[in-house]
């Protein structure tokens, strides 16, 4: 199979003309590094997730997903490494915009909102305090840099890109995907602060939503019980190693291996997002 792209989580190969394999890997990344020490697990439960989303979501948008039983995959797919961590999912052209919803104020928006009162170019609300609910969830896109940092775009420059039709699409059915589950993750005691869809169009022309949906990897997820406005709040996501990181000013270009208590916090976070959602055991 051909390797068409190594991410800083997942790998892609290409099954033939309109079918890819997305493998999901043990990878962490912080601040747009790949970090030394795998989470154990991580690849099955994001991939998991993902699948229970996309499911929740069909009615909404159709999704990529042809199959995630290894039964279905090419023959060299079907050995034990691949269990769990793949899907089998259609070609799309996608979107080269990254959609960024979000409900609540906090990390790099909240540090903005401080500075000038917007969040990407929208202004806000005088008087909001951290990890506050905003009136109204937020489409804040950026660009999907190949390396480095992604780029905050205006919507406006979103038009320019894919043309005003497309864009007013991607950003209603981003902000009723985020909705519809942010509800239902609220019935199951977590709040989702935010998140980041990708879509791409199919051979018809559809929108498709395709790469990982409602992740810990691509998402904010706060316990209900514990949520108070007006200071950073716990969470089942990657900010935990994030805050280790600034906390204890490890340097992640260091190639140091990550401590095994912090991997092993990292690990159960993932775990207990993955069972509250879904209300599946791992």
Known sequence: MKKISSGKVREIYEVDEDKLLLVVSDRISAFDYILPSMVPNKGKILNQISKFW???????????????DI???????????????????K??????????????????????YKENGTVCG?????????SQKLPEPIFTPT???SEGHDENISFDEVCNL????????????????????????????????????????????????????????????????????G??????????????????????????????DVIDTTAKKYIEAYEILTGKKF
């Open 54 to 68: 996309f499911d929740y979501i069909k009615d909404i948008i159709p999704n990529h997903v042809i199959s995630t």
């Open 71 to 89: 039964k279905d995959f090419p023959e060299e797919f079907q050995t034990p490494e691949f269990e769990g961590r793949s899907m089998l999912v």
């Open 91 to 112: 070609k799309l052209k996608m979107i080269p915009v990254e959609c960024i919803i979000r409900g609540y104020i906090t990390g790099s928006g909240w540090k903005s």
């Open 122 to 130: 929208i202004k806000l609300p005088e008087g909001l305090q951290e």
């Open 143 to 145: 660009t999907k840099a």
């Open 162 to 229: 894919i043309g005003k039709d497309l864009a007013e699409k991607l950003r209603s059915k981003a902000i009723e995907i985020y909705k519809t589950c942010a509800e239902y993750a609220l019935t199951k005691g977590v709040i989702i602060a935010d998140t980041k869809f990708e879509f791409g169009l199919d051979e018809s022309g559809n929108l498709v939503i395709g790469d990982e949906v409602l992740t810990p990897d691509s998402s904010r997820f706060w316990p209900a019980d514990d949520y108070e406005v």
């Open 231 to 260: 200071r950073s709040q716990k969470s089942f996501d990657k900010q935990y190693i994030r805050d280790w990181i600034k906390s204890t000013g490890y340097d992640p270009e260091s190639g140091t291996p990550i401590p095994d």
